[in-house]
Nanobody, 115 residues
Framework: QVQLVESGGGLVQPGGSLRLSCAASAMYFDRYAAAWYRQAPGKERERVAYMPGQINTFYADSVKGRFTISRDDAKNFVYLDMNSLKPEDTAVYYC?????????WGQGTQVTVSS
């Protein structure tokens, strides 16, 4: 069973930055595709960043150029660096690992962008 624990959320002013971290208790962590999702109140969960391996990254149009996903396979961590934050980035952010048909989720961390 894989467990994921997110951290790093909080309240930030528009234009600010945050780094989200996701610690994973997974063997063979480097085999998993990693992603960050978010869910705002009244909206569906959406994927904002995706890293299927160790190199390539993909982003939702709404965060492209502002967010960066990365991973440290030696430490079993996934990160999401968020810059130039906007009020519409306010949501609960979830870490996701996937291998084949198996998918695992963290408990989520709240990010609020407000002045």
């Amino acid at each position: 069973q894989v467990q994921l624990v997110e951290s790093g959320g909080g309240l930030v002013q528009p234009g600010g930055s945050l780094r989200l971290s996701c610690a994973a208790s997974a063997m063979y962590f480097d085999r998993y595709a990693a992603a960050w999702y978010r869910q705002a109140p009244g909206k569906e969960r959406e994927r904002v960043a995706y890293m299927p391996g160790q190199i390539n990254t993909f982003y939702a149009d709404s965060v492209k150029g502002r967010f960066t996903i990365s991973r440290d396979d030696a430490k079993n961590f996934v990160y999401l660096d968020m810059n130039s934050l906007k009020p519409e980035d306010t949501a609960v952010y979830y870490c996701n690992l996937r291998y084949g048909q198996d998918a695992y989720w963290g408990q989520g961390t709240q990010v609020t962008v407000s002045s």
